[in-house]
């Protein structure tokens, strides 16, 4: 369904239309640059939950443009090509593969609910990458490799993965998007964790950790790799010194919605300021020289 909340870029239809952006691209163009444009949204649980937050669209283009930028000055390729106004920005039009790759610093999130003998909070020495099918109806399993088969198995991402079992194979060849083998895997773990390294490092200057996050890529006709889709408070863990009291992301939305309630009216000021401090942060990253 469509709904258009932002200004319309004149000349141009809607491409894809996801819970928080839409991709738009020119009519009668060689389609390989399109428009992203964020919507004032905050959901969860895929959607089922959804509050109308005037200004997020504003405060997370600030973000991902920064953060953007700072990955493709650091040399690791990214869809992002230039901020068009508050709320919209130019990228490349990427075939996206359906994975949400997740980064982790700490043991935190879904982490703890498939490993339930780590402590809250244990930090990994190498950041831990996993895979998740994005794939509404499945829930977005996490994908664990079978080298023997050559394919992923699907597990639910939320219990350990010895517990219920596999609940699907992802058969190879089903989608040319997906890697295949072993050297496919490695170039989007590689890409994850690059971004990952640059981010944390980043976010510590402003007195942040960088506790995970989820990117996820796709390819150009050249199937060369790019990180596409957006990365902002989200998408991301972030904690003020390191504090999980002191979160400034989503969770604070998420963790309203599993108490079964709606924000108060000074819960949503807390949420967009969250938003609106990690825009501030990001906004700092190009002064930094990193
Ligand atoms: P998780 O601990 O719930 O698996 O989340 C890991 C990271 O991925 C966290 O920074 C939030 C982000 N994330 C998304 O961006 N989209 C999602 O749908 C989910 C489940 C997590
Ligand atoms: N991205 C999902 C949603 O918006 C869930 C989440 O981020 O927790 O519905």
Redesign the pocket.
Known sequence: MTQIVGRVPRGHVVRAEGKTKIIWVRIRKRKKRGLAQNKPFVTAG?GKHREFVPGKEIAVTETTCNIFRLLNRSGIPTHYHKKINADTYLISLLDMIPI?I???RKA??????RNSHEAEGTTFAQPLV?F?YKNDTMS?PMMIWQPEHQCFRLYH?HEPPEERGAIGDLKAGLDPLIPRNEAEIERLEVIAIEAFLVLEEAFKHVGITL????IECGYDQDRRLYIGDQIDG????LWMGGDKSKAV???RY?NIVKQGRVPTPEERALIIGDYQRIATMASSFGLMGL
């Open positions: 895929d949400e997740v980064v982790r935190f999130g879904s982490y703890l609910k996993e998740f977005d991402p506790v995970d996050f989820k989200d998408s991301c863990r992301d989503k969770d998420r």
